[in-house]
């Protein structure tokens, strides 16, 4: 990350008119809105940097999806900042997740409906705990099958949107923390635990909440997801698309 130019919330802003004055890129810590995907968040930044900068051909991309339903750090690189994608994104990234327990969906989360209703009257705080404390270490997961993981040159949601069966295969994976935060009845009157993950590369936290569901004999899905730490990038520092686009914070 050496040469290129953190512009977050500690940055001296405004940024420069010339392109020139960034030579080795630049690197933008977002808060990314909820129902925005990765890709519109980027067509967003290109098409800002393009009229700020005066210049089409800018590259620009993020170090690591975050879905739609999801909020928080997601870093996007400009220039030839977007070397360091692979490297950033390789980096151990914390969550705050919401699950709630007694049903689930087909996507794991509230892109669909509750498809199953599964007992939940016999979890407590103590059971979620011990069961957190089992999914510490290294693991093989099974992604979501809405998910953009590739199958034979397909996204897995382009099949599963189509009603078509596709088998995924696990990946390894590492969860450094698993952290129990809240534990109450959520609006619908299933449990809702709040967990702090701290993970790997290619974990999907929706797959976690599925597993986690399994590990305490129910079912759940995830509520909401907060990125809040990727590598050394921290959500308090990370700016928001408003912010970013404000005439205030640029020179002609």
Not at 40 to 66: E, N, P, S, Y
Not at 148 to 165: D, H, S
Request: charged share 25%; hydrophobic share 40%; proline share 5%.
């Amino acid at each position: 990350m050496i040469g290129a130019v953190i512009a977050d919330r500690n940055f001296v802003w405004p940024l420069s008119g010339n392109l020139e004055d960034y030579p080795d890129g630049l690197i933008f810590p977002l808060d990314k809105p909820y129902r925005w995907t990765s890709a519109d968040a980027v067509r967003k930044v290109k098409f800002w940097l393009q009229r700020h900068f005066h210049c089409r051909k800018i590259k620009v991309g993020h170090a690591g999806t975050l879905d739609p339903l999801a909020t928080g750090l997601l870093i996007i690189c400009a220039g030839r900042a977007t070397k360091l994608v692979d490297t950033l994104q390789a980096h151990t990234k914390e969550y705050v997740a919401d699950i709630e327990f007694g049903a689930t969906t087909p996507s794991y989360d509230l892109e669909k409906e509750i498809d199953n209703l599964y007992p939940y009257e016999h979890i407590t705080k103590q059971i979620l705990e011990d069961a957190l404390e089992g999914f510490i270490g290294p693991q093989e997961q099974v992604p979501p099958i809405f998910s953009a993981k590739m199958v034979g040159g397909t996204r897995a949601y382009e099949y599963a949107r189509a009603g078509e069966a596709v088998e995924l295969k696990s990946s390894l994976i590492t969860i450094e923390k698993a952290r129990l935060d809240s534990f109450k009845t959520g609006p619908g009157g299933r449990p809702l635990a709040t967990v702090t993950l701290r993970c790997s590369k290619g974990t999907y936290i929706r797959s976690f909440a599925r597993d986690l569901g399994l590990a305490v004999g129910s079912g759940a899905h995830l509520t909401a997801l907060r990125r809040t730490l990727s590598g050394d990038f921290e959500i308090n520092n990370a700016i928001d698309l408003d912010f970013l686009v404000s005439s205030n914070n640029f020179v002609g």
